[in-house]
């Protein structure tokens, strides 16, 4: 009998889809930054861009990533519109669970 893995195939889906947008978010908001103190605009990341991936799915990195390396940090549309976006992925997640579209998580919350 095959093993089962200890979390469900749609979750692991959605966890490597996260992870990679994640990272993608962390490596282009560093960049930006890297290219921000060398006042190149021409090379600078659109900020359409990083509204963009953040709504993807990097939306926790991208807060995070700026707040480390304090980039973006005096911008209201930024320090405010990426933490409800990803309130509104939480969402998401929460409503898909509870219309049952999303399998539970462990086999504990069944």
Same mark, same amino acid.
């Given at each position: 009998?095959?093993?089962?893995?200890? *979390?469900?195939?749609?979750?692991? %889906?959605?966890?490597?889809?996260?992870?990679?947008?994640?990272?993608?978010? *962390?490596?282009?908001? *560093?960049?930006?930054?890297? *290219?921000?103190?060398?006042?190149?605009?021409?090379?600078?990341?659109?900020?359409?861009?990083?509204?963009?991936?953040?709504?993807?799915?990097?939306?926790?990195?991208?807060?995070?990533?700026?707040?480390?390396?304090?980039?973006?940090?005096?911008?209201?549309?930024?320090?405010?519109?990426?933490?409800? %976006?990803?309130?509104?992925?939480?969402?998401?997640?929460?409503?898909?669970?509870?219309?049952?579209?999303?399998?539970?998580?462990?086999?504990?919350?069944?």
């Amino acid at each position: 009998m095959p093993e089962t893995l200890p *979390i469900p195939l749609p979750w692991l %889906i959605l966890l490597g889809y996260i992870l990679l947008m994640s990272l993608i978010s *962390i490596i282009v908001c *560093i960049y930006d930054k890297k *290219i921000s103190k060398k006042n190149n605009v021409k090379l600078r990341v659109p900020e359409k861009t990083l509204f963009i991936l953040s709504a993807l799915g990097g939306a926790l990195a991208m807060f995070i990533t700026m707040q480390l390396i304090r980039h973006k940090t005096k911008h209201p549309s930024f320090m405010i519109g990426i933490p409800v %976006i990803f309130i509104l992925h939480v969402a998401l997640i929460v409503g898909l669970r509870y219309l049952d579209l999303l399998p539970p998580l462990f086999s504990l919350l069944k």
